[in-house]
């Protein structure tokens, strides 16, 4: 055993989250919709520049939600990829609809742009954006061709928090945009999530769904006589001890951001030399930048090889995981979807991508001593190079 463990991940407070929480508690109500889930939302508003965001208890809830307002059902089809998790397909399966998965791009592991318009069918209503790590989908493209078809562009966004793409935010791009603070990501409230919702159209019917279905918002602003149940929702808020922990994190998101950065940026300049020699790959950097470092990746050979790499940094301390099970190779993909094509990449990427540890905590100490073994790893294994493609 290892007194110095390397956990995969940490939860963390960075600064007045329990504060926050029982200064909640003596506003006299830590049901949702109070005074930390507007301040959050003003936050998410003015820092990433949408016209509306709507906390959620989760990343999961803010899709289902999106999945209403783009009004899919029975007989529609929803394009999206397969490497992404469960989530992101079970909310528009819930409302009837097919996934169709497209496959990724070796480079950015996010959906492969120039396979999208080709899967495209009478029965298409949506396109799903997910920003994989953080990296930007190729969204002028996306958008032109959602333009084109006159189909909802809605962004997965969980991983990517504060990342940019020319100038605007991930997840203001197309119509709708989903954010995850989960405790695995940079910020966090343990579980929780945001709706951000960029075609004002949406608006008005998303605090609707967001309020149970009823037009509790309106009458609460003075512009409706009676607060009744006027459209299909759910609850679908975060209480407010959720919302006052994550706005003492939104406080400090970009300083978050920035170590993060500063420890991806560690990872990748020691592990640039195993790379060199043709042992493992590395992730592409968007213009040289790690977007907001979500998380690192490795790319191993084979599977083989990645599992043997993982027994062997958990007898080390260090707990590393391989990610996604691609979705059109599940169980409920089989039975709830359909895949476009053969998805190769997402096969390959799939069975040899290792996440190695990140969490806002992690030293550059504990970033060396993780490379280490790595190092160490290869020398013992004493494999020859090979090709990645």
């Not at 929480?21 to 506003?27: R, T």
């Not at 529609?76 to 528009?92: L, Q, Y």
């Not at 470092?293 to 083989?304: E, G, K, Q, S, V």
């Not at 990449?345 to 991508?353: G, K, M, P, Q, S």
Request: charged fraction near 20%.
């Amino acid at each position: 055993m290892h007194d110095d463990l390397i956990p995969f991940n940490k939860p963390f407070f960075v600064g007045k989250e329990l504060f926050n929480i029982a200064q909640a508690v003596l506003n006299g109500t830590i049901a949702g919709d109070g005074e930390f889930t507007r301040r959050c939302q003003a936050w998410l508003e003015q820092h990433l520049g949408t016209p509306k965001a709507l906390l959620t208890h989760s990343c999961t809830a803010a899709l289902e939600m999106s999945a209403i307002l783009a009004g899919v059902g029975p007989g529609d089809e929803v394009i999206m990829p397969s490497f992404t998790f469960v989530s992101t397909a079970n909310a528009f399966v819930l409302r009837g609809a097919t996934p169709v998965f497209v496959d990724i791009r070796p480079d950015t592991l996010n959906i492969d742009e120039r396979q999208v318009a080709e899967a495209i069918t009478a029965k298409t209503k949506a396109i799903v954006a997910v920003h994989y790590a953080g990296q930007p989908c190729a969204m002028n493209a996306l958008r032109e061709i959602a333009r084109n078809h006159g189909l909802m562009l809605i962004e997965d966004a969980a991983q990517a928090i504060l990342s940019g793409d020319r100038g605007s935010s991930l997840g203001t791009l197309g119509d709708l945009g989903c954010l995850s603070f989960h405790e695995t990501k940079n910020v966090i409230s343990g579980e929780g999530g945001a709706l951000l919702i960029n075609n004002p159209e949406l608006i008005e019917r998303a605090e609707i769904i967001w309020q149970k279905g009823t037009n509790r918002k309106a009458f609460m602003r003075g512009e409706t006589s009676k607060y009744t149940w006027v459209d299909i929702g759910s609850s679908f808020l975060p209480s407010e001890l959720t919302a006052a922990f994550l706005y003492a994190q939104l406080e400090h998101a970009k300083r978050i951001n920035s170590h993060r950065r500063t420890l991806y940026l560690k990872y990748f300049e020691l592990l640039a030399p195993l790379a060199e020699q043709g042992h493992i790959k590395l992730p592409a950097l968007a213009q040289d930048k790690p977007a907001n470092a979500h998380l690192f990746y490795i790319l191993c050979r084979d599977a083989n090889e990645r599992q043997a790499l993982i027994a062997h940094l958990d007898s080390a301390g260090i707990s590393a995981v391989f990610h996604y099970v691609p979705l059109h190779d599940s169980p409920a993909g089989f039975r709830y979807a359909r895949a476009h094509g053969k998805l190769q990449v997402t096969t390959e990427i799939a069975n040899t991508l290792l996440r190695l540890p990140m969490f806002s905590e992690m030293t550059t100490a504990e970033i060396r001593r993780v490379c280490g073994e790595i190092d160490v790893f290869f020398k013992i294994t004493s494999k020859q190079p090979c090709e990645l493609s």
